[in-house]
């Protein structure tokens, strides 16, 4: 049992019995977790963590530091997968610009390929066959990968907008090549990352467009779901925008970006695409390739390698859309087919101001003002898309440093329960086992899809290529779609999930995480407490030391003295309630508006 109350939706004569030693106090902290946890899903204010300023007095950004740190925190939760004690110092000492360029010039010391192969080595394993193997390489270098941070959140912001999931990707190693390829294109242009995406086997199996054949005129025509879901969610979305991100409006209604003929005609683009044709089966028939039937399997380099163009299955008839044509091919060229279709879906006039909307939301803010988002169009387009200008003139923006104090009730942004957890991992002392055993490796992590009793969302096991949650989400009946505000991350946010990450916390912070390891009797990663024991006597302290911990300021006002009451209450005779006490304060941060929401 969890040594720190646990939340429950059971009906009350089935809920189990505060744990000894809380008993009599359980319903103060019970209150006060249902209260944070489920208002922090329903407002993007209140946690008083932004600062705020003038956002017109021509600060240099570029040559700015975080003055204290509350900022560094602020910055970090944006640009990283939360603050560590050693990132935030580092901050203050280089300052933003150059903390980013520190990040993006870095490379990883092991790519995701490296490390799922790894993992099913030391697990013996015959290879990385088993798509979860991805779950162990992405928590691994959330956590650990102190140099290539920002690399690697920007990869899973991609992730979340050129969704795969492993629930349909056939390999561990196909999924993990998906992110190695979005973590090297992060800092490339869009031009690139998009033929990354099309090209990617990952991508090809999802979206079905691998061994997308042209019609036989009889009946069959190519696969039109990849040509969609590119124009919709990889590049131009379903209408007309104006620089601003705003809906450019012909008779009072919202102007669509293309019509089935367009999808129907990049469908036939995207034929003749298929497994690599390897140069050690270069004897084997074009079609056992294009199928990798056994006599031309060769998964190790297959799996991880850019699908490879088929002429006797590519469309040599005319290709037209998006107001440009494809003429048809005396010999079938499917490279320069695709190299039309994705010059003309990255040029398009939609393509900046639709992605750098995304991509601020994805590390900002949900509500960015109409200045951001048509300055980060502006920087997108002249910088050719350049992801790395772009992202960096996000993180920089006045409005993400110093969000103006008359904005805040709709700045900021609900944060998923990945970069909750993952953010606990960086700032609290832990130890993994599965880390130390592997030579410093890969993480023992599990699924965390359960809503209930877990997260509700585990790393790219998206339910669908619409992410876990859709860009224009406004929570139905509340205060935030009556303002005209959306919030994302909301539409994973239930009265379940809330409690079920509260009573999430509560377990891991009591028993551990992870894999269970059968020899040692306990869960792959172990929190130490240790350094904070000896503030558990006095509770205002415990709270303060370790909310600068987890988001670098103080708790608001009401929040700490509803904390400091909950943690008085409860014993402090022994060292077990010395570690409880800690566990609780940790949990009561971990729940607060403060934390769940990021301003």
């Not at 590119?230 to 601003?244: C, E, H, K, P």
Request: glycine share 8%.
């Amino acid at each position: 049992m969890p040594s720190i109350p646990v939340l429950s939706l059971m009906p009350p004569r089935h809920r189990p019995s505060a744990p000894p030693g809380l008993r009599g106090h359980g319903s103060v902290l019970q209150r006060l977790l249902a209260a944070t946890a489920i208002g922090a899903t329903l407002a993007l204010s209140a946690c008083g963590g932004g600062s705020s300023g003038d956002s017109s007095d021509g600060r240099e950004q570029a040559a700015a530091k975080p003055s204290n740190d509350a900022e560094a925190h602020r910055f970090l939760q944006q640009a990283s997968f939360g603050p560590t004690t050693a990132q935030v110092a580092h901050l203050k000492d280089v300052g933003y610009s150059r903390w980013i360029d520190e990040q993006f010039d870095a490379q990883p010391q092991r790519s995701h390929v490296q490390t799922v192969e790894a993992s099913a080595a030391a697990l013996n394993r015959a290879d990385s066959s088993r798509p979860e193997d991805v779950i162990y390489s992405w928590w691994t270098h959330a956590v650990r990968d102190e140099q290539v941070q920002l690399r690697h959140r920007v990869a899973f912001a991609l992730s979340e907008i050129f969704v795969v999931s492993i629930n349909t990707v056939g390999t561990g190693r196909t999924a993990a090549s998906y992110l190695d390829m979005l973590t090297q294109k992060s800092a490339s242009s869009y031009r690139d990352l998009l033929e990354g995406v099309a090209m990617h086997p990952a991508m090809g199996q999802y979206l079905s467009h691998m061994a997308n054949v042209k019609a036989d005129g009889k009946g069959r025509v190519p696969d039109e779901n990849f040509a969609r879901e590119v124009m919709q969610l990889f590049s131009i979305g379903l209408y007309a925008l104006d620089d601003s991100g705003e809906p450019r409006l012909s008779n009072g209604k919202p102007v669509e970006t293309y019509t089935a003929s367009d999808i129907q005609g990049l469908a036939r683009v995207f034929t003749g695409f298929s497994w690599l044709w390897p140069a050690s089966k270069s004897g084997a028939p074009w079609w056992k390739c294009f199928w990798r039937s056994t006599e031309c399997h060769e998964p190790i380099v297959q799996d991880i390698s850019p699908m490879q163009g088929y002429t006797q299955t590519h469309e040599p008839g005319i290709k037209q859309f998006l107001g440009v044509t494809v003429p048809a091919q005396d010999t079938p060229d499917p490279k320069a087919s695709l190299r039309v279709a994705l010059d003309t879906l990255a040029n398009h006039p939609n393509t900046a101001p639709f992605l750098s909307r995304q991509l601020i939301q994805r590390l900002v803010t949900s509500n960015p003002s109409k200045a951001y988002v048509a300055d980060i169009t502006r920087t997108f387009r002249q910088s050719g898309g350049n992801l790395r200008a772009v992202v960096k003139a996000i993180l920089l923006h006045d409005e993400a440093r110093h969000p103006d104090s008359a904005t805040l009730y709709s700045y900021g942004k609900l944060r998923e329960p990945v970069l909750r957890l993952a953010h606990l991992l960086r700032a609290l002392p832990h130890s993994s086992d599965r880390y130390v055993a592997s030579g410093g490796v890969f993480y023992g992590a599990i699924d965390t899809s359960d809503a209930a009793s877990a997260l509700g969302q585990t790393p790219m096991r998206s339910p669908s290529v619409f992410n876990f949650f859709r860009p224009g989400y406004r929570p139905p009946q509340s205060a935030i779609a009556a303002e005209g505000l959306v919030a994302p991350e909301a539409q994973i946010a239930t009265e379940t999930t809330a409690l079920g990450y509260a009573n999430f916390v509560a377990h891991i912070l009591a028993n551990g995480w992870g894999d269970w390891n059968s020899t040692l009797q306990r869960n792959d990663v172990q929190f130490d407490f240790s350094a904070w024991l000896g503030k558990a006597a006095t509770p205002s302290d415990l709270i303060d030391t370790v909310a600068g911990q987890l988001i670098g300021h103080p708790l608001d006002s009401a929040s700490r003295t509803a904390a400091v009451t909950a943690i008085g209450g409860m014993p402090q005779t022994t060292e077990a309630h010395k570690r409880q006490r800690v566990q609780a304060a940790v949990l009561l941060v971990a729940v607060s508006p403060a934390f769940m929401v990021q301003q």
